[in-house]
Nanobody
Framework: QVQLVESGGGLVQAGGSLRLSCAAS????????MGWFRQTPRKEREFVAR????????YYADPVKGRFTISRDSAKNMVYLQMNSVKPDDTAVYYC????????????????WGQGTQVTVSS
């Protein structure tokens, strides 16, 4: 059974950095795309970033471009989200996501979700 487990969330001051990790297990992920979504109580779950398991060009949502970097380590079955210059608007629960194809943009396209990790940015 495919499983995604996030870690690395927490409290950070505005302008600071945080790195989220996602441990993937249960199968090989060749042909998958992996990424991150986020959600707050007042907003629907929204796309943040994705990358193919083969290490193709990453893709980012406009609000995080230039500040967040997604990467993966196929040898360790890990996906990361490096968050720099964070803002209070980045406060959300961040979810790791996987889909058995080369792209995704919407929550309904996702095959597997992690349980989420809370990120809180103080002003």
């Amino acid at each position: 059974q495919v499983q995604l487990v996030e870690s690395g969330g927490g409290l950070v001051q505005a302008g600071g950095s945080l790195r989220l990790s996602c441990a993937a297990s249960g199968r090989t992920f060749s042909g998958y795309s992996m990424g991150w979504f986020r959600q707050t109580p007042r907003k629907e779950r929204e796309f943040v970033a994705r990358i193919t398991w083969s290490g193709g060009i990453p893709y980012y949502a406009d609000p995080v471009k230039g500040r967040f970097t997604i990467s993966r380590d196929s040898a360790k079955n890990m996906v990361y989200l490096q968050m720099n210059s964070v803002k209070p608007d980045d406060t959300a629960v961040y979810y790791c996501a996987a889909r058995h194809t080369t792209y995704f943009n919407w929550p309904y396209e996702i095959d597997v979700w992690g349980q989420g990790t809370q990120v809180t940015v103080s002003s």
